[in-house]
C-alpha cells in the first residue's frame, strides 16, 4: 500500500474547511492531515471538534503560529497548505520550504515586491515547488472559455475587456474583515483581482507588460455615508441594537461557523470579523480601473467595483478572426454555510452565457456548464488535481506555479503604484518575470 502525503495547515480560518474536508473525508485514502498551526487555539478545537463530531475523527495536533518549526520536526509534512492573512504568506511558504516542505498557498501569493523576492529567493535556495490555488480556472464555464481560445475560434486575442462586479453582501464583506486595511491585503487588486488577472493571463498565455490604474473609495467608509446622509456610529454589529435594522448587518450569534471561528476567539486574537462597513479605518477602494498591456501585444481594460446590486461578470475577447463574449451572474451565499467543516463557501453560477462571434459569420452559443460546489464549480475539480493520487489529465494546464502567482498579483501591485502616482508602471521595473511558454492556439485539448 502507498504512504498517504502528509499536510498541515497553517490558518484555520474559514478557508480552511474545504482543505479540512479534502484532507479528512474525500482524500483521506492518498492524504493525511497531521497538523493545525494558527494564531488562535480556539479556532483549531473548532475544527478538532467539528471532526470529531461528525465522524469521529481523534483530534489533530494543533500548534500556535510561534511553534511553527516545532510543528514541522514534531508532524514531518511533505507540504504546508497555507491559508492565513495575506500579507504573512511569505513568512511560512519562505519557512516551510526552509524546513524541507513543498507548499501550496491560497492566493495571492504574497502583497508586497520585497516579499516577493524573499520567495523566489526561497525556491531558489531550497528547490521546493509552490503551487497557487487559483480555482477560477478549473470553473467549467472559465475553462470554457480557456478551450474557445486555445482552438483558434477568435483566431489571434488582440484585446480583453473585463468586469466584475461584487454586490453587497460579497463586496461589503471586504469591509468588514481585515481586508479594509491595504497592509493585510494589498487592496482588492491583489487580493481579489489576483484572480480575475490571473484568468486573463492564462486564457491569453501572455504576461503583463505595462499597467496604468485609478481607483478610490467611493461607497463605503465614513465620509462616504455622511455624504449620502447616512450615520452609522457602532464598530461593529454583533449584539449592536443600532444595527438591527442595518441590511450590511452580519450578527456573529447567527451561524456555529462564526461563533466557533470568530466570535469565540476574539478575546485571544482581538480580532472583529464584523465590523462595520462604513466605519473606520478602511484604507482600500471600492471602485477600481486598470489598463494594461501584454507581451504579445493584447490591451486589457478592467474594472472592479464592490458595492453593485448584482454579483457577476462581463468578459470579452476580441481577436484576428472574431470575439468570444462569457456573462456570469454567480450566486453568493458564501455567508449562509451550514457551520460544518468544508461548508464554509458555496458560490455558484445562477446563469452562464458563453458566446462566439466570428469575424463573417453568425455569432452561436457554447454550453457554459455550472458546475457543483465552490466558485461555480471549480473548488472540487481542483482539489481533485492537487489530492488524488492519479488526477485526470489536464489538456487545460490549468495548476498555477509560482511564476503564474507572481504575474497576477504583479498586476494588482503595479496597479496599486500607478494609482498612488499617476504613472504607467512597467512590470520588468518592479520585477522580471520568465518567458512565458505559450499553448498554441490552435491546440484542441
Known sequence: MTSRKRYAIVGTGSRAGMYVEALTHTYRDSAELVAFCDLSQVRMNWYNQQLQSRSNIPPVPSYLAAQFDQMITDTKPDVVIVVTMDSTHHRYIIRAMELGCDVITEKPMTTTIESLRAIYDAIQRTGKSLRVTFNYRYAPAYTQLREVVMQGKIGRPLAVDFSWLLDTSHGADYFRRWHREKQNTGGLLVHKATHHFDLVNWWIDSYPKQVFAMGDLQFYGKENAAARGEHYDYVRYTNEPDAANDP???????????????????????????????????????????????????????????????????????????????????????LMGDGQVGNASKGAFKEATLRVFPMFGTSYEVEAPAGDGGHGGADPVMLEQIFSPNPPHDPFHRAASHIDGAASILVGIAGNESMKTGKLVTIDDLFPLPEKKTVSVNETP
Open 248 to 334: 450590511f448587518a452580519l450578527s456573529l450569534n447567527d451561524k456555529e461557523l462564526f461563533r466557533g471561528l470568530y466570535l469565540n476567539a476574539e478575546a485571544e486574537t482581538g480580532y472583529l470579523r464584523d465590523r462595520n462597513v462604513f466605519g473606520e479605518p478602511i484604507t482600500i477602494e471600492d471602485t477600481m480601473n486598470v489598463t494594461a498591456r501584454y507581451r504579445n501585444g493584447v490591451l486589457l481594460s478592467y474594472c472592479l467595483i464592490a458595492y453593485s446590486p448584482w454579483e457577476g461578470l462581463r468578459i470579452a475577447i476580441t481577436g484576428t478572426k472574431g470575439r468570444v463574449e462569457l456573462d456570469v451572474m454567480e450566486n453568493i451565499n458564501h
